[in-house]
């Protein structure tokens, strides 16, 4: 077998990824819209890299998907694109990230996690909140006081996340007596209450059984009709599945990045071809 070769970023540093883009498929890509941009976008742990110089567009409406092997950068880059690094005291990042063309970093971190919303690997509701309470958190956190609007609010947010047929009887309950799946889906509805433009979702399914993970990636091809979702998974076959688009990291670089079919069928990189092939990772 021959060894994989180093990686190289996708983009060029001396060009913008809009610029990258706009040169390389302007014919496929010309009618979409640009939610995320980044630019030369660098996190540091203690002073050593954990992704390096990622340039990468990220569209609206569309769903993303973030491949690699473990520890190549994928969850790094996911927190970068709504700031969770700054509450780490050794995290550093460098480079720009424009949400619809403005740098998130000269906007407030609340409004930015508002307008970009996260759903992590494992379910993470509030184990001492009822089902109602969970999804609300936000909103009441947000001055939202009004009984009524938070009613019709939490109804429309479990409805997007395909859970209020489940539990809307059961509101009062315990989020912790769902399912696994459920509790996914709960998480999701909290997310959705906050109405963000953007879902960032690690590994949503890691952590749950092939029903389960069925439904949320139904969800998600629903979900992207409203909004603009990046998710990150180790399962190629699932993003294959729910992914527009698909980008390939290792080793904290970007190697490759373009439409999913493309990514699959037809690589540009040979380490990518050995990826998605199983020749490592």
């Given at each position: 077998?021959?060894?994989?070769?180093?990686?190289?970023?996708?983009?060029?540093?001396?060009?913008?990824?809009?610029?990258?883009?706009?040169?390389?498929?302007?014919?496929?890509?010309?009618?979409?819209?640009?939610?995320?941009?980044?630019?030369?976008?660098?996190?540091?742990?203690?002073?050593?890299?954990?992704?390096?110089?990622?340039?990468?567009?990220?569209?609206?409406?569309?769903?993303?998907?973030?491949?690699?092997?473990?520890?190549?950068?994928?969850?790094?880059?996911?927190?970068?694109?709504?700031?969770?690094?700054?509450?780490?005291?050794?995290?550093?990042?460098?480079?720009?990230?424009?949400?619809?063309?403005?740098?998130?970093?000269?906007?407030?971190?609340?409004?930015?996690?508002?307008?970009?919303?996260?759903?992590?690997?494992?379910?993470?509701?509030?184990?001492?909140?009822?089902?109602?309470?969970?999804?609300?958190?936000?909103?009441?956190?947000?001055?939202?006081?009004?009984?009524?609007?938070?009613?019709?609010?939490?109804?429309?947010?479990?409805?997007?996340?395909?859970?209020?047929?489940?539990?809307?009887?059961?509101?009062?309950?315990?989020?912790?007596?769902?399912?696994?799946?459920?509790?996914?889906?709960?998480?999701?509805?909290?997310?959705?209450?906050?109405?963000?433009?953007?879902?960032?979702?690690?590994?949503?399914?890691?952590?749950?059984?092939?029903?389960?993970?069925a439904k949320i990636e139904e969800l998600i091809y629903e979900l992207k009709r409203s909004?603009?979702?990046?998710?990150?998974?180790?399962?190629?076959?699932?993003?294959?599945?729910?992914?527009?688009?698909?980008?390939?990291?290792?080793?904290?670089?970007?190697?490759?990045?373009?439409?999913?079919?493309?990514?699959?069928?037809?690589?540009?990189?040979?380490?990518?071809?050995?990826?998605?092939?199983?020749?490592?990772?």
């Amino acid at each position: 077998m021959d060894a994989p070769r180093q990686p190289t970023n996708v983009t060029e540093h001396h060009r913008s990824p809009i610029e990258h883009e706009t040169t390389s498929h302007s014919t496929d890509h010309a009618d979409e819209r640009y939610r995320i941009v980044t630019e030369q976008l660098s996190v540091y742990f203690d002073g050593k890299p954990a992704i390096r110089d990622v340039s990468m567009v990220i569209r609206t409406n569309k769903v993303t998907a973030i491949i690699g092997p473990s520890g190549c950068g994928k969850s790094t880059f996911l927190r970068a694109l709504n700031r969770l690094h700054e509450i780490q005291p050794n995290a550093r990042v460098s480079g720009r990230i424009l949400l619809d063309g403005e740098d998130i970093m000269s906007m407030d971190a609340t409004l930015v996690r508002r307008r970009i919303g996260m759903v992590f690997q494992k379910p993470n509701p509030f184990p001492a909140m009822s089902i109602f309470d969970n999804v609300v958190a936000g909103l009441r956190f947000n001055g939202v006081r009004k009984r009524s609007v938070l009613a019709e609010i939490a109804e429309e947010a479990l409805r997007r996340a395909a859970l209020w047929d489940e539990v809307k009887d059961r509101l009062r309950a315990p989020a912790t007596s769902l399912s696994g799946g459920q509790q996914q889906r709960l998480c999701i509805a909290r997310a959705l209450a906050i109405e963000p433009e953007v879902l960032l979702m690690d590994e949503p399914t890691s952590a749950l059984d092939p029903i389960a993970t069925a439904k949320i990636e139904e969800l998600i091809y629903e979900l992207k009709r409203s909004y603009t979702i990046v998710v990150v998974t180790h399962n190629m076959q699932q993003a294959a599945r729910v992914s527009d688009y698909t980008a390939f990291m290792y080793l904290g670089e970007l190697v490759e990045f373009d439409k999913t079919r493309n990514i699959f069928t037809n690589p540009s990189k040979r380490q990518t071809e050995e990826y998605i092939t199983g020749r490592f990772g």
